[in-house]
């Protein structure tokens, strides 16, 4: 019966994420918002919504475990796993933005992870604040160079004419399906956690990480094969980064979020810190500015045997 949850509980947030992803678009538009900044900010945030939800759940439901690896392995999925998977259907092109704001903003923002919970094994209200703060500085220095060069996110402008009755129903739709998604996932995670043997923590950064990674592999991959030009680097980043500052910050906030398993701070985190860091290298060496089938493949053995090591370890 868990894994009719668990099952149920992915498709749920799935489901959840496509309407709250629309409406919140919608309502933006209503309120006059220009599209850079929806695409930046309002989509971003409407992804992580389902990775927050799951974190807060298990916070707020006694499996701290789950809350911190559920970031830590959506984090390393997103590389590993959704951007090794995209660069092996099509190559992804690598703009400057990549090394000048967004790679280092994802390793401060990885490090600065790890100090906290290193420092005194949980995450505060204060340290969530810090995190959160931070996101919003982020975001400020984001927008203001996507207004000095032009760029224009990729949103719908179809989105821009619904009618206030269906952005209500979409938000109805999407609040509802989300809230019990997290619910039957986190659960349903904890028995099959409980029945095979293994930790939390484990089931945190396999299962429920790339549980909360399928809409962005399913998107990045249809975008990949359709060969549109919208897939970049920088959005998968953007997602590790508000992973951590929204997810874990606005978490931490609400109900601090102690350090239960050892293993997230001796081996899990320091994975989340390889798959961020080899992407500099990556991108250098070959073809430079270019993440090709070849690196894509590296980075999903790589992945596959993070995954192997996790479960084979006693």
């Known amino acids: 019966m868990s894994i009719v949850f668990v099952v149920l509980g992915f498709t749920l947030l799935v489901i959840g994420g496509e309407f709250l992803v629309r409406s919140s678009v919608a309502l933006s538009f209503k309120f006059n918002v220009s599209k850079m900044v929806i695409g930046m900010t309002v989509v971003s945030f409407a992804t992580s919504i389902p990775e927050l939800l799951v974190s807060l759940h298990a916070a707020l439901s006694g499996s701290p475990a789950i809350a911190i690896n559920n970031v830590v392995g959506s984090n390393i999925a997103n590389i590993g796993l959704v ?54 500085l982020f975001l400020v220095v984001l927008i203001k160079g996507a207004k000095k060069n032009h760029v224009i996110e990729q949103v719908d402008d179809a989105l821009s004419t619904v009618s206030n009755f269906k952005i209500f129903i979409w938000l109805a739709i999407g609040a509802t399906t989300l809230y019990f998604g997290s619910e039957w996932l986190v659960d349903g995670a904890k028995e099959i956690a409980l029945s095979i043997g293994v930790s939390e923590a484990v089931i945190g950064v396999s299962l429920i990480a790339i549980g909360t990674s399928v809409p962005e592999l399913a998107a990045s991959v249809i975008a990949a094969a359709k060969q549109e030009k919208a897939i970049s680097l920088g959005n998968l980043i953007g997602s590790n980064i508000f992973n951590i500052a929204s997810v874990l910050g606005l978490t931490a906030i609400i109900k601090p979020i102690p350090v239960t398993e050892p293993l997230i701070l001796s081996r899990d985190i320091f994975w989340m810190l390889g798959f961020a860091f080899i992407l500099i290298p990556l991108v250098f060496i070959g073809k430079k500015f270019e993440i090709n089938k070849f690196k894509g493949f590296c980075l999903v053995f790589a992945y596959g045997l993070f995954m192997m090591l996790l479960f084979t370890h006693k």
């Open 83 to 136: 951007l090794g998977i995209t660069a092996m259907v099509g190559s992804i092109a690598v703009d400057k933005s990549f090394y000048k704001l967004n790679w280092p903003v994802m390793m401060v923002y990885s490090i600065v992870l790890y100090y906290f919970l290193k420092n005194d094994n949980v995450l505060s209200a204060f340290e969530g604040m810090v995190l959160f703060l931070g996101l919003i």
